[in-house]
């Protein structure tokens, strides 16, 4: 059988080429670009603390901090100094914003897998299955530079096909009715600035919470008072910045039919055809073979960047991705 999933068909529409170098060739960079170590360490800390609590997420950091410390010095450089502190950060201010007293935690990482057409398989891992208001939900964490627009939103059908497919392999009465996509500003707030008069900065464009400015002003001693009118305005300016989950109802009939439509489509091409042009745009520097992809286009010795910045192992048809 054939396998298909979410991660692939959106990287073949993205550009063939790059779907070839990381399904049909199955390269991966030697040094993972930091989005998607940071994507997956974040992932790993959250699936702990829905199976062990909040104990187990620190055994994950640990964990990457052990591996952290091993990296080439250039490989430092390009996570940077603070990469494994900003996380944790981020962490931290996940569990301030959600104690989750409300959701009862069903599974972590759970396989899905049902028949898409011919000898075609869609498989995936749902990232939690929970119940909340008496209903059982499908949640997603998502890991973003920015919190995406509902725009944005509305044309990620990943939760979808989720959806589809776990329903499509059971009962009406263990139906999932509803995602709830969670999502995380990988971006830590600013540390508010020390100004040379002394005090902190009160810039309205400052990208903090008001947990962070609060924590420095009681780390340098600073009467709080004066800063209760920011502070307010802080606290409305940066509500659903860092964190945000959004409830919504399973998609309508219509609306799967259309899109599982086209995912069959797309992934039939994938499968039946053995060419994989470029697909050149100006996102192409931002592409993970974009040396490699370059090198090939003009003649030049590709392969020395082959071996010198990749190795081959397969990999997952749902690795989640940072945006």
Request: aromatic residues 12%.
């Amino acid at each position: 059988m054939k396998v298909t999933g979410f991660s692939m068909v959106k990287s073949y529409r993205r550009c063939p080429k790059s779907y070839e170098y990381k399904y049909i060739q199955n390269l991966q960079r030697l040094a993972p670009p930091a989005p998607l170590v940071r994507g997956t360490i974040i992932h790993e800390m959250l699936d702990a603390r829905a199976i062990q609590g909040r104990v187990g997420s620190k055994t994950i950091l640990a964990k990457y901090e052990e591996k952290y410390g091993t990296l080439f010095k250039e490989e430092q450089e390009m996570y940077g100094e603070d990469f494994l502190r900003n996380i944790e950060r981020v962490y931290q201010g996940y569990l301030r914003e959600y104690d989750d007293t409300d959701l009862e935690y069903l599974s972590s990482e759970e396989f899905v897998s049902t028949p898409l057409v011919g000898d075609i398989l869609f498989q995936g891992h749902i990232d939690k299955r929970v119940h909340k208001d008496g209903r059982m939900w499908i949640m997603d964490h998502k890991t973003h530079k920015n919190i995406p627009t509902e725009e944005q939103r509305f044309n990620d059908y990943q939760l979808l096909m989720y959806v589809w497919a776990y329903n499509r392999e059971h009962s009406k009465g263990d139906q999932v009715e509803g995602v709830i996509w969670d999502y995380i500003r990988t971006k830590p707030p600013t540390i508010p600035e020390v100004l040379k008069a002394g005090g902190l900065s009160q810039a309205k464009n400052i990208d903090t919470d008001v947990y962070t400015y609060t924590k420095e002003l009681v780390r340098l001693r600073l009467d709080q008072k004066p800063y209760k009118v920011f502070l307010a305005e802080l606290s409305k300016r940066s509500q659903h910045k860092f964190y945000q989950r959004v409830l919504l109802p399973a998609p309508s009939r219509a609306m799967t039919d259309s899109v599982v439509k086209d995912f069959t489509e797309t992934s039939q091409i994938m499968h039946g055809l053995p060419v994989y042009p470029r697909s050149p745009s100006r996102d192409c520097s931002w592409c993970e073979y974009y040396r490699l992809c370059t090198a090939e286009l003009r003649g030049l010795d590709h392969k020395f960047i082959r071996q010198s910045e990749y190795k081959v192992e397969e990999i997952s048809a749902d690795q989640s991705e940072e945006d």
